[in-house]
């Protein structure tokens, strides 16, 4: 089924080329003929130098691969088997954008021939697939799906910052429209899966799986950041609890903190969205969205009220913020929940600096219109460690005191230096 794939007398294109579609496209491109196409001719003419721009990969990733990077819908024409891994976001009012990927179903449609199979592995509701994607695709081609060619889903599982769970090392859930697409689908995923693939039995299914994943976590975390409020009136540490919690082998180790980034900040909102179109208003899953999304209220209100305490003019006290990406390691800043954390101080008329050794400050100015130093340049009436990056984790108790003037405040946002400064005013989550 997959010979003329291993022969490359036909070509995969992986469209969307950013830290989902580039590893698939690089480990596809180990085996077989592959044209990775993205509409940002700056990302890839980088790529077509080795590099990759969100900073996930290194330059050997791109060696021995047999890969065209392209962003002429042109050179994609040939390809028989293509890949969408393109971003699914939310709008202002957190309802799902659809833009980026009905623009490259767009484009795909626009070469798509008699027999090709279009595989999607962006996060998106039950039922996307078939109810937005294929019509736009049928329209684009002329063609008629399930005839003239087919489709499947299967959905990223690729965690930004994680070098141990890699792609080929979880399991890749496939489906297909029929039977025969998704043993195409499963042979052509399971010949680069090193853990193997997992056949859902539609794609509804396969979408339903993937927005679930995180939908959970979501929600685990949600609990986390509630506990952490009834613990902080209770004048007890929530870290604490939760260690102590941990000892029993059934106990899930999640933990409060903001929850941004692509996936649990982003996909529970596809969910509820689409259960609103059926009729159905979600109770727990919006709950758990609505206490995530006020975290970074709850750190702003503490930081005030500290300052407050301290007889400060809040006009004339300054706040670090160390860390802005949406989670440790990682350059990029989208979806990050530190520039609300940022504009919440602001509006109590607080100066505050920012600063993070990942983020691109162009990027961050472009994105947010906030504006990232090089480094501290101030004595500051409380530092915001917001961001675990490696280069926070050895901090010590001079580094902080040099930072801050006296009665300053270190909020460690996710406790990792609970019980280790003495002397400090010192607050978490």
């Known amino acids: 089924m997959i010979d003329k794939y ?46 990759d721009p969100s900073n996930e990969l290194d330059a050997l990733e791109f060696e021995g691969c047999d890969i065209l990077f392209t962003s002429d819908p042109e050179d994609i024409r040939a390809c028989t088997f293509y890949i969408i891994a393109v971003p699914t976001p939310i709008d202002e009012h957190k309802n799902p954008d659809l833009k980026p990927l009905l623009s490259a179903c767009k484009i795909v449609g626009g070469v798509l021939k008699n027999g090709d199979t279009v595989v999607f592995e962006s996060t998106v509701y039950p039922g996307c697939t078939e109810e937005d994607c294929i019509p736009v695709l049928e329209k684009e081609s002329g063609l008629t799906y399930g005839k003239d060619f087919n489709a499947g889903y299967s959905p990223e599982r690729i965690n930004p910052g994680d070098k141990l769970h890699t792609l080929t090392k979880i399991v890749k859930v496939v ?18 899966i090193h853990a193997g693939v997992h056949k859902a039995s539609s794609i509804k299914v396969a979408e339903a799986s993937k927005i679930i994943e995180n939908t959970q976590r979501d929600l ?24 102590a919690s941990g000892t029993k082998w059934n ?16 996909d529970p909102y596809y969910l509820t969205h689409k259960a609103m179109e059926l009729g159905y208003f979600s109770k727990v899953i919006t709950a758990g969205r609505n206490i ?17 305490e301290q007889d400060k003019s809040l006009k004339r006290t300054y706040v ?60 500051y009436d409380a530092v915001v460690l917001a961001v675990n990056h ?13 930072l801050m003037g006296k009665n300053g405040l270190l909020y460690d946002v996710k406790g990792i230096y609970r019980n280790k400064f003495e002397g400090i005013k010192y607050l978490s989550l």
């Open 6 to 51: 291993i022969s490359k007398e036909e070509t995969i294109c992986v469209a969307g080329l950013g830290y989902v579609g580039l590893p698939v496209a690089l480990e596809f491109a180990k085996k077989y003929k592959i044209i990775g196409f993205d509409i940002n001719q700056s990302r890839v003419e980088l790529m077509q130098r080795g590099i």
């Open 175 to 192: 489906s297909g429209s029929d039977e025969e697409t998704l043993q195409l689908v499963s042979a052509l995923y399971g010949s680069i």
């Open 220 to 243: 685990n975390i949600a609990l986390m950041n509630e506990l952490s409020l009834i613990f902080k009136k209770m004048g007890i540490n929530t870290f604490e609890v939760l260690e």
């Open 251 to 266: 106990f899930l180790k999640f933990f409060p903190g903001l929850v941004g980034g692509h996936c649990i900040g982003v």
């Open 292 to 308: 995530n999304d006020a975290v970074h209220s709850q750190i702003a209100k503490e930081i005030v009220k500290y300052l407050i």
């Open 320 to 379: 670090l913020v160390m860390g802005v990406t949406f989670k440790e390691n990682v350059s990029d800043i989208r979806n990050s929940k530190v520039p609300e954390l940022i504009r919440e101080l602001q509006e109590f008329s607080i100066n505050v600096d920012a600063v993070d050794p990942w983020a691109s400050p162009e990027e961050f100015d472009l994105e947010y219109g906030i504006s990232l130093k090089p480094g501290p340049e101030n004595h």
């Open 390 to 402: 490696d280069a926070y984790l050895d901090l010590k108790i001079e580094d902080i005191e040099n």
